[in-house]
T-cell receptor, first 116, second 112 residues
């Protein structure tokens, strides 16, 4: 199974709502990532979890709160978002062998988020 | 600071043609370079990964090359098909543990 799943596929929320995005993988990967992608732009790294610990936070606003309950799951909690946060949110995973030049990241299909 | 550039930004060719997409990077100290495909509104699919010690990788009609000394990679697509229409992104893995440095992508349209 080389699949990364994300739910929901689409999400519309108001600026006062609280919602969560979910990501799951069963490949035994120990690194998981959240990316944000705006239209016609490459993905921007938000967070990296390595062995269930937050290892990278790319100066993301606190209205985005990541959580890694276990090695297979990754959540992104959303609160008080702004319209400019509307984007495709991608989850990815990799084996976690950071020194392996052959390591690749596997991406999920993304959650399309619209903030009104 | 590593920078990745992809030229052209968009490309439209008739079906059946062979084509080349280009990716250049400024720092030759890389671990690997990957080519990804992204269909509109979808996630990314890894097509080919070239390790820093390798010169090229092939998968079906796709061939990717890497020349670290000149800071260039090319993705060659043979006998293009309408189903190849997508945005193609290259990404370089540098010295930091997990971060990929991305190009802006080339939007490819194959006309039937």
């Amino acid at each position: 199974d080389t699949e990364v799943t994300q739910t929901p596929k689409h999400l519309v929320m108001g600026m006062t709502n609280k919602k969560s995005l979910k990501c799951e993988q069963h490949m035994g990967h120990r690194a998981m990532y959240w990316y944000k992608q705006k239209a016609k732009k490459p993905p921007e790294l938000m967070f990296v979890y390595s062995y269930e610990k937050l290892s990278i936070n790319e100066s993301v606003p606190s209205r985005f709160s990541p959580e890694c309950p276990n090695s297979s799951l990754l959540n992104l909690h959303l609160h008080a978002l702004q319209p400019e946060d509307s984007a495709l949110y991608l989850c990815a995973s990799s084996q976690g062998a950071s020194g392996d030049p052959g390591e690749t990241q596997y991406f999920g299909p993304g959650t399309r988020l619209l903030v009104l | 600071k590593q920078e990745v550039t992809q030229i052209p930004a968009a490309l439209s060719v008739p079906e059946g043609e062979n084509l080349v997409l280009n990716c250049s990077f400024t720092d030759s100290a890389i671990y690997n370079l990957q080519w990804f495909r992204q269909d509109p509104g979808k996630g990314l699919t890894s097509l080919l990964l070239i390790q820093s010690s390798q010169r090229e990788q092939t998968s079906g009609r796709l061939n990717a090359s890497l020349d670290k000394s000149s800071g260039r990679s090319t993705l060659y697509i043979a006998a293009s098909q309408p189903g190849d229409s997508a945005t193609y992104l290259c990404a370089v893995k540098g010295w930091s543990n997990y971060q990929l440095i991305w190009g802006a992508g080339t939007k490819l349209i194959i006309k039937p």
